[in-house]
């Protein structure tokens, strides 16, 4: 099969989508299909492709934090239809989405599109005005109900997008497939003991303490300063238990001052931004992973937990608690003496119950949230996905944002 993958961020950008779609075509290449992926590309003066990459020229956009390109090109439509693509799988909603929507139209083949993120939680980062938000959100409304209109088959890694869709006005069916991560990437018996107690040791961990992982953008959205709250209320000095939080963002100066408010440097450790590709020894180096955020759709960084074996402590998400199996790899909080009761219990297991829970956590995932099952989940999608349009093929659409 020939795939065109749509996407408004790509490398050397790094995030979760950028992860997926990175999974999706090394899987499919290696299986023989062919992949070409579509970005924009700040520094590009040109449409070229590159090593299975179409690099698009764009604009960057620092509110977006992404880039942003023109959803017309002709010299890009030339290029995709060459490439003479079986279906698009489009990932967002401007820019470069709106040219795969508008390509597989022209060349009349079906649509993917996969809803990535609850855009609510977001608009602190791409609107400055609260006055403008109302306006904001009215044309991203537009934008996705003119996208899920020409869409054949609609994905999300959560039950959220469809309660999103609904909020915003949108009839349609979502297909949830769950995000997946390269979980040899995380294995935690790569490293030595010895290996693993020199990095403890540069971050203030002490022998023999207990060490608790988050890792995600230091903004609102995460919630950081809720475990921080939680922490002081239920975790002391003597419990030997430490929190480690790894990422960078807005919140980052404020967060931190917030932990010396709290008293609580010698229990909090800040790491700030850790290059993905040497974030895997933090993992192997700690316990368990936290996560009080509310904002997330099925988190990437959530997923390497488990692939580390870290047993997943999350403040309860009604529509994503089927993510975790409770009581095989992780465990819901609601409070801060829930959260507080659950990491002194597993605190303080044995270095071999450690161990052994290490082991079952991530076999939990390893044959359901690996790379191979995420595309196999996508492939079967896209075969769907041709055989409705093929079936129930409609009469074109006018043009104008509904």
């Known amino acids: 099969m020939r795939i065109v993958l749509c996407t408004e961020s790509y490398l050397p950008i790094l995030n979760g989508v950028v992860t997926f779609l990175q999974m999706l075509s090394k899987e499919w290449t290696k299986d023989g299909h062919e992949v070409l992926i579509i970005a924009p590309d700040h520094t590009a003066r040109r449409n070229y492709i590159k090593d299975g990459v179409l690099h698009c020229p764009a604009v960057k956009s620092e509110q977006l934090t992404v880039d942003v390109s023109l959803p017309l090109d002709v010299a890009r439509f030339r290029m995709v239809k060459r490439f003479k693509p079986d279906i698009i799988h489009i990932q967002h909603e401007y820019g470069v989405s709106l040219f795969g929507m508008k390509t597989a139209e022209l060349l009349h083949i079906p649509v993917v599109y996969t809803l990535h993120s609850e855009y609510s939680f977001f608009m602190n980062y791409v609107v400055k005005s609260k006055l403008m938000v109302p306006i904001v959100e009215s044309s991203l409304a537009k934008l996705i109900k003119y996208i899920v209109k020409r869409a054949t088959v609609v994905t999300s890694p959560s039950r959220k997008a469809k309660v999103y869709f609904d909020s915003i006005g949108v009839d349609t069916d979502v297909t949830v497939i769950q995000n997946s991560v390269d979980l040899d990437d995380f294995d935690p018996f790569l490293y030595t003991d010895g290996q693993k107690q020199a990095l403890r040791e540069t971050l203030g961990i002490g022998a023999g303490e207990t060490c608790v992982l988050f890792v995600g953008r230091m903004g609102p959205e995460k919630s950081v300063d809720v475990l921080l709250d939680y922490w002081a209320q239920t975790i002391k000095p003597e419990d030997r238990l430490h929190l480690v939080l790894i990422g960078g963002g807005p ?152």
């Open 251 to 402: 919140d980052d100066d404020s967060l931190r001052q917030h932990m010396r408010d709290l008293h609580l440097e010698s229990m909090v450790t800040f790491c700030g931004r850790i290059p993905h590709v040497q974030i895997a020894p933090y993992y192997a180096i700690c316990d368990l992973y936290i996560t009080a955020s509310l904002s997330e759709m099925h988190s990437v960084s959530m997923l390497e937990g488990l692939g580390a074996g870290l047993p997943v402590l999350q403040r309860y998400d009604r529509l994503n608690a089927e993510q975790l199996q409770e009581g095989v790899n992780g465990y819901f909080f609601n409070n801060a003496q829930e959260m507080g009761d659950l990491i002194h219990k597993l605190g303080s297991q044995t270095p071999q119950q450690k161990l052994e829970t290490k082991r079952r956590v991530r076999e939990s995932v390893l044959h359901t949230n690996n790379p191979k099952a995420l595309a196999d989940k996508y492939m079967g999608q896209y075969i769907k996905a041709i055989d409705l349009y093929v079936r129930h093929k409609a009469p074109p659409l006018d043009d104008p944002l509904l």
